[in-house]
């Protein structure tokens, strides 16, 4: 039996055990989602292998799975984090209800991205992509919040990336009498232009819905935000990286070899747009989640700049920027997600001061903002690192610029965020919150330690990487365990950064800890603080936290004014009053049908000589 | 056990004649043997379908005339296997309508007899090898059909059977004057020969005779703008029924317009084909629009199906080999999984007059199963793997592209997105929805849910392993393909004659 | 392992050198105020006193750990900075010239412009866990204030990185020399916005918005005492020499030893210092405006004529 | 002569079966409707006669007075199609009255574009 059809067979069956597991005792469900949460990285990572293939027929169609090297890096991300938040998610789902389905559509949406990766053929890839959009979908809709309008647009949206896809597949299928992709990115370049224009155009659709670049984005704030946290790690994290996995097979694989390489720029400038209006957005968002969603977008914005950038740089820029994305925002929604069972909110205006509280989550927090932030020394600036080198170096000034603007003013949401949730002023009314339980602050730990290795040894994750380039068309990538180029020929060593920092800051940390230890008093209340004088009356709010970023707010307000989905919404309306006129053909009335009846035969018999060409 | 396509007709009918007695001796018969009788059929078609190949259809003649002076049943592998679907379906319809609706006893003995009857049309049309005889099924067919859309009458079944009659006589009379004229100038009715001398009937008259026949068969196959009947019947008549129009009067209408357009005339490669690919794309848009704005569940469903049926139009339209399996299986799934729908939204929507959509709030939990099956059914409709609609989807698509149809193509998926719309919608009313003050649920009886448990296997197993029929479909794909095979294996010495 | 020893010699040096220039500066610019202003003023080594009074001052106050380690991001961040700068040119000839190159070929802008951003993270986490809202509200000052002046520094970086094909400092200066004139006359437009960003990076008044001593009380800092406010001050004037040798290296050709340094960037540190003297504070959109104004036409135009 | 007169059967026949659709498509009354269907059949069964007709021909009945003499004989088939349809229209008709009953016991009108409960 097929390694990679036991690692889908683990998935999918292990999906519909729990949902039935669920049905019948809680306890059970939780001991199918454990075993499938350390069953299949285990198998993954011990028995499967690159190069491993199964080919079979179904349906008339010959059918491949098999990874290559480029696949394997998502499925390397894919395999560590959605078992790290199956075993979150044990913790973090308090109510009992629907857990089935919950756990069906976690387990199977991951069954969809490992199917995605594992497929050589277009067919296949259809179909888990298809079976991943609805698990999906139904994890978005799972908390019943509007359902009619978030998880309708994310359905609309999904359909519409999923079917320009299918249609694509369809004629490449008719040039190339084969689904085969490797036989595809052979015979891409013969086929005649317009085809090539065509298909890589709504492949190109497809794939950037998923990874929600504008204007196609609309539906990812909404639908990251409704998710139950515990997916919306691995939504955000795993599942929109799909997308730019497809994009980087279509641009690199498909375009390069044709006379439209010019489309990854413009695909890299609408990335960029992306991340600068995404960003404004998180910037002035009140709720933790909500910021996460679209600063979401926004580094989504990034990944798909370095690989629209096409460059060597840039694209080993993307792929880095995808996985360590993955982890950090990972880490963020679970942390956000702890703090939504402990505090019961996720409202940044209501809870504030919870660093004593969770000292653990706020921790794992802490480095991955540094790390979405991308500040040394935590993985996050290597990519952002690259990501500007191979900007620069390809002279896209601008492009530069975007991408800068948006970086720095991240920092404002990484601030707004950590400073909301677990800085401030301490209340009394959340004096009662604990820490989350050991199953949701594990994974977060682990995750932030690897983000800090990344700083330091970003080659453990390069070593796939270069290897996975060489599938894109990039052979025999340079790179190094700890030391960054770029193209001329300017480095960063990441490891002086690293021991100068630490030893400064150690040596810091010892100095000031010991000088004056007598009179040091730790943990104040944050009640007694300088107010210039004047005492601060119990009921008075010394938290600010409401219209944090207000000047900026005003600067960028002519900016703002637009929102994309007001448009979409006003077009959707159209059509559906165009409908309910349509419907009025059918007016209940029996003559006027027969009338229909007799109209219609006489008129094609009159046009008779026009349809039979005599 | 005695396989012979005549079985078909003669068993139903006789039941058909046989139940009023039957009722004398002991009243559960009314119910059970027509049971019986449709089992065998499913059983005996099972059987044909393993016999019939399209090197060696199976041919009975009535009466022991040959054809072209007799009337022949021709069970090909395209022909048996849209009788076989039907009667396999009626069978489980059965099932389900067995105890359905404990009416009172007249009630039940009309509606089993109707029923039958309904069934043996159906399938005669579809089997029949002479024209004029499918025009008689296709009456016995709407007849039935009328008498059982007016079945209830506390809804407005009449209303909807009136509608439905009006035009149906109008079809009628249109079969009437096409089978005449091609009579006239060809001095026969059997199909096979028609299409032997189909060549020297004089142009004009060949088309106004096809086009009569492209309008009667496309009011019975709900296209557009014949097919005004089609959502009054499908809501007001009883559940099961509304199953067997989509799944066996629908099949049995499109199933005439194909062999018509593809065997008897020879018009197809002159526009006959684009003629009908481009009312199956008009039907089909307009259909799913209108369905879009549907407040009341089972017209939106009707006007799903009469989208779907547009579907397979196209899907015949394309006139070429693959297009014809596509169409196939896109009738397969239309038929088992437009059924499913049918039925579960029978018991969804039981107790509400209205029938509308805005009743379905909260089901998912007052009816756990059958909420369930109606989502796989929506699911498997709107063509999301891993069921058996993506499969019937993938074949069109792949059959459109091929023959470099991309504005079909685009617009197939343009539409199959607001199929997705308004059934997720329903779908989140079903689930995410505070459930209705005084609501009053039927469950469902055992019968009705093994027949939806079926049906659902049905589909999934197909989505799984599509392998199961895309053999039988092919075999089927090319008997319909070859059209002087058909007339050969019917009318050999004839054929031979004008060969030489 | 001598290389080594010199190394860190040469880095503890560097500091030193760092720390005395920019108490130094910052002793001298409140003086010229004073005086601006028609006041004697502190003596020039006052900012030495005040460091060594908090020093050792005995009670110290924090809120939390964050608001303990904060001070040390500030410190950690400016000594590591100040480490990957060229201090001097590599054709001063002076006999302490060795020391001076301490990491510089192993960083570039890039990663330079992210590691000063370090210190007021820490710093505004710092802030943030006193839960004084003055200091929250300095810090979402600051960094708004940061989105301003960034843009057009970014961009007069940008322009010069793409016109002489190199990202790193040494790269820049190399240009510099082998061109013989300064960048600031080759490519004068970026040398404008770099100038017209300086002022937000220095915070001097109009652009004091963050420590606005008026109505913040200081801002960020305002729950920082005795030690915690010494370290600040420490890195703060380590930072202010970074930023000058920055610019001085940048734009005005580095300097061949240490008494051109001296001059040049006292000089450059009068501009913001004068500047402050006589303007009263922006609000924070007007400076934020203000950067998105005619600094970066300059960029863009500085953009521009770089890709010509 | 003999052309003019075919020509006018067929006409007849076809006017026949343009009054009764004229009636089905403008009537508002059920009953004249119903009327108007069992008019168009009658037409068309007219003109499927006329078509069968063969100038001269004999009943074809094979019986003593005619074997083995060859006479014309009128083309039975059509005479076959047109029983049919003749029953069927009969069965139609009847099933239409009936309906026309429960409609007018439901709405209380017969007029058809009253009764408009389904639409859309």
Redesign the interface.
Known sequence: MNSLIILLFILGGGALLSYFAFLSKHAFGQAVVWLVAIASPVYFFTQVAVGESFSFS???FELALGFNHYSWVFALLIMVLSPLSLIYSTGYMKSRLRLGTFYFSFIFSIFGMMGILMSRDL?SL??FW??MT?AS?LLV?YR?KD??HT??KY??FS??GA??M??AI??L??EMHSFDIATVIQNFGNMNAADQW?TGILLLIGFAVKSAVMPLHVWAPGAYTNTPTSFTAVFSGGLSKMGVYGIGLVLLNLYSHSDFSQVGIYLAWLGAITAVMATFRAVFQNDAKKLLAYSSVAQLGYIVAGIGLGTELSVFAGIYLAILHGAFKGTLFMAVGAVERQAGTTDMTKIS?L??NMPWTFFAA?VAI?AL????PVGG?VG??ML??AA?NS?H??L??LI??SS??A??Y???F??GLF????EEETAHIKEAPAVMVVPMILLSLFLVLMGTFPGIIFKPIAAGMAELGFQGVPWHMSVLY?M?G????LT??SI??GT??LL??VY??L??R??????????D????GEIPKPEDN???SLD??K??E??LSPLLKHKLDVYYNEFGKGL?A???F?????????????????V??VA??LL?GR???? | MVANPILYIALPLFTAFLVPLLAKLWKPLVRIVPGLVLAYLAIMSVVLMQQVSPEKPIIAMIAGWKAPWGINLVFTSFSGFIASLISILAFFIWLYSFGFKKVEFDDAQKYFILFMLLTAGSIGVVLTGDIFNMFVFIEITSLSAYALTAFYKGRDGAEAAFKFLLIGSFSSIMLLLGIAILYTYTGTLNMAHLALLMPQVPMHAKITSFLLFFVALGIEAEMFPLNGWAPDAYSQAPGPIAASFAGILAKAGIYALIRVSYTIFDLGDHGGFELLLVMGLITMVVSELVAMRQENLRRMLAYSSMGQMGLIMIAFGLGTKEGIYAGLFIMFNHAVIKSLLFLASAYLVYYTSRKKISDLDGFGKLLPLTSLLFGLGAFAIVGLPPFSGFWSKLSLLIATANSHMEFVLATVLAVSVIEIIYYFRVLGRLYFRKAHKEIKVRKPTWNSVVTMIVLALVIIAVGVHPDFITGLLHNAATDLADKADYIQKIIPDLFSQTLN | MDDILIKILGAIATVILAFTVGMTYGGLSRKVIARIQNRIGPPWYQNFIDNAKLLFKVSNINHGFMQHVAPLWLIGMSVTTVLFIPVLNTGGDSWYNSWFPNLNFHGDLIFLLYLMVIGSLGMALGAGQTGNPNSAIGVSRGLTQMVGFEVPWVMALVALMIQYKTTSITGLMAAAEQQGTWLAFSSPFATLAALLAMPGMFRYSPFDIVGAPAELASGPVSEFGGKYLSTMMTSGSIFAFVKLTLYVDIFFGGANNLVELVIKTFILYMYPVLWGAVSPRFRTEQAVRFFWGWPVLFGIIALIQASL | MNQILTYSVYGSAILVMLIGIYAVLTKKNLIKIVIGLSIMDSGFNLLLVALGYIKGGTAPIFSPAVAGKDVLMVDPVPQALVLTAIVIGFGVTAVALSLVIRLYRKHNTIKIDEIKTLKW
């Open positions: 179904l349906g008339g067919v259809f179909i298809e079976i609805w979908y809709i019943g359902v009619e998880g309708i359905m609309i359909a519409v079917y320009s299918f249609m369809v004629i299928n008719r065509l001061g660093i004593k802490l540094i932030a991308g500040i040394p600036f952002k690192w500007y080198e620069i002279e000034m601008f530069v610029i800068f603007i720095t003013a920092f404002l990484s601030f707004r950590l400073f800085l401030g002023q301490q770029n001329w300017d480095s960063v060593n002086y950064v100068t920092f400064v800051f810091g940390l000031i800890t000088i004056a007598k009179g040091t008093k730790h943990k104040l209340s944050t009640k603080i300088h107010t210039a010394l938290n600010y944090f970023y000047p900026f005003r600067v559906e165009l409908f309910n349509m419907r009025r053909i059918y007016t209940g009335n029996g003559q006027t049908y027969a009338l229909y009846v007799v219609f035969l094609l018999i008779s349809i039979f060409g005599i």
